[in-house]
């Protein structure tokens, strides 16, 4: 996969960080993200409702350097900081303990 122009957060869509969930088996039903929050190279999407997963769940995900997305973790209260999100940041993405 080659790296595509734009700022990691332009790269964000819920499209790009659905394959990079599913590649990375964090599910073991069938989920589809919404639109995601992106801060800098960070970013949280929600799972929609679906019959599959009723409960919407948050996904945590971070840019490398080279601007690839990973998946960091899942939760409804996510400790961010914990998962190396900087403070400022972790405040502005819904889903991150305060």
């Not at 969930?21 to 800098?40: D, F, M, N, T, W």
């Not at 970013?43 to 490398?64: C, I, K, N, R, V």
């Not at 998962?83 to 303990?97: E, K, Q, T």
Request: aromatic residues 8%; negative net charge.
């Amino acid at each position: 996969m080659t790296n595509p122009a734009g700022t990691a957060c332009e790269r964000a869509t819920p499209q790009q960080l659905q394959q990079v969930l599913e590649a990375s088996r964090a599910s073991s039903v069938p989920i589809v993200l919404g639109q995601p929050q992106c801060k800098e190279h960070w970013a949280m999407a929600w799972s929609e409702h679906t019959d599959a997963a009723p409960q919407p769940t948050g996904y945590l995900f971070a840019a490398s350097v080279q601007g690839f997305w990973h998946y960091i973790t899942q939760g409804s209260a996510i400790d961010c900081t914990a998962n190396g999100v900087p403070a400022d940041i972790a405040v502005m993405l819904r889903g991150c303990r305060k």
